[in-house]
């Protein structure tokens, strides 16, 4: 299969692209810089240099491919309307990464016992209504003749794939602890967040390309985890002492307002059924506190 994706320069798309390629498919990437270009080459990744900005690119691209991976940015709403404007009546798969801080509670590192799932989404907070919204402008599209999904992931851990980039979330804490000689999480820490491991990530994408039911919103979590436990986890592996609570306003200082408060501050507890049950989907690594603690650093 011949397969456009974006985001092929970063963590979660360069790990899916290299996947697609190690799975024998044909991959086309979007990449920003020439530099970029000769890195994803290397790897079997045939790169178009552009941005999200160059609708006619990106729909050339899409109207070229049997099937686009967006895996560049989730809030970026005139790419996903022109990739598809592109792939309207063509039946063909349109996979866009979304990301579960869309319920997350900004809870300043208090815990949550709320759960979400996949058919019973809560109304998206103010800070997250324009990423829920072209989320279900995806979801919508199928009713228009493309093979629609939302693939919505955690807390996504281990080591990437291909390119050597960092996930979101757990390397901020390690970069954090390694200046600062203290490993820190928000508050109390006892914020919960369902995660992932990017293999088990990458094995859902291909997946999906051919078992997709248009129109449907998943979920991806293997697991979950709270905050303390995995930067006690953290501190274990670096030697350092136990790890320490930090006010929300310093953890926003080193992280910004959307980490600090959605990416490490907030509770993400969702349950991911459609992927066990559409797609056959069978995680193999459950537990980020061991990963952290044996394979991390």
């Known amino acids: 299969m011949n397969v456009f994706v974006t985001g092929v320069a970063g963590f979660i798309g360069g790990s899916i692209a290299t996947g697609l390629v190690r799975a024998g498919h044909q991959v086309t990437g979007l990449v920003r810089s020439a530099e970029q270009a000769n890195e994803l080459s290397a790897l079997g990744i045939s790169p178009v240099i552009g941005t999200l900005d160059d609708s006619a690119m990106l729909a050339a691209q899409a109207r070229a491919a049997d099937a686009v991976i967006n895996a560049a940015s989730s809030d970026h709403r005139g790419a996903v309307e022109a990739l598809l404007d592109a792939l309207r009546g063509s039946n063909k798969v349109f996979l866009h990464t979304s990301g579960s801080s869309i319920v997350g509670d900004a809870s300043g590192g208090k815990a949550s016992d709320v759960i979400y799932f996949e058919d019973n989404l809560p109304e998206p907070t103010v800070d997250k209504a324009a990423r829920v919204a072209i989320d279900d402008l995806i979801l919508a599209a199928a009713q228009d003749g493309v093979n629609s999904a939302v693939i919505c992931n955690t807390l996504i851990y281990g080591h990437s794939l291909g390119v050597k980039r960092d996930s979101v979330q757990l390397p901020r804490l390690l970069k954090q602890a390694r200046k600062s000689g203290v490993v820190r999480h928000v508050g109390s820490g006892r914020n919960i967040w369902s995660n992932v491991h990017i293999e088990d990530v990458v094995a859902l994408y291909l997946l999906a390309l051919t078992r997709n039911v248009p129109g449907t919103f998943y979920f991806v979590e293997s697991g979950e985890a709270s905050f303390i436990d995995m930067t006690t986890a953290m501190a274990a592996a670096l030697k350092l002492g136990e790890p320490q609570d930090w006010p929300l306003k310093d953890a926003?200082?080193?992280?910004?307002?959307?980490?600090?408060?959605?990416?490490?501050?907030?509770?993400?507890?969702?349950?991911?059924?459609?992927?066990?049950?559409?797609?056959?989907?069978?995680?193999?690594?459950?537990?980020?506190?061991?990963?952290?603690?044996?394979?991390?650093?």
Request: charged fraction near 25%; proline fraction near 2%; glycine fraction near 10%.
């Open 252 to 297: 926003e200082a080193e992280w910004g307002y959307e980490m600090a408060n959605y990416g490490l501050g907030s509770n993400s507890r969702v349950r991911g059924q459609h992927a066990r049950q559409l797609l056959g989907w069978a995680p193999q690594r459950t537990s980020v506190v061991d990963w952290i603690r044996d394979e991390m650093v």
